[in-house]
């Protein structure tokens, strides 16, 4: 199933202000990478962010992109020696 974080935990993971992490969840969003979902918990409203398969595809590409400059770095460490 989907996995979600609420805002504040997600904040406080990144250690993010509210301002800074919503610009970002905006522009995520915006890019079709994250669902942003409004509701209440209670009577307290509470902000609830997922990725969407695109957002995880694009995550997984960049995993895989950095991964690769990685081995080729240690690659060419290796032949500098």
Same mark, same amino acid.
């Given at each position: 199933g989907d996995v979600s974080l609420e805002f504040t935990? !997600?904040?406080?993971? $990144?250690k993010l202000?509210? &301002?800074? !992490? +919503?610009? *970002? $969840?905006? @522009? $995520?969003e915006e890019? &079709?990478? %994250?669902?942003v979902e409004k509701t209440f918990v209670g009577r307290k409203p509470c902000t609830? %962010? =997922? !990725? @969407? #398969? #695109? &957002?995880? /595809?694009?995550?997984? =590409? *960049?995993?895989? /992109?950095l991964e690769a400059l990685i081995y080729a770095g +240690?690659? =060419?460490d290796e032949r500098s020696d």
């Open positions: 935990t !997600l904040r406080d993971l $990144l202000t509210d &301002g800074n !992490l +919503g610009t *970002h $969840l905006r @522009t $995520l890019a &079709g990478y %994250i669902q609830f %962010i =997922s !990725l @969407t #398969e #695109e &957002g995880r /595809a694009a995550f997984q =590409s *960049h995993v895989r /992109a +240690g690659k =060419s």
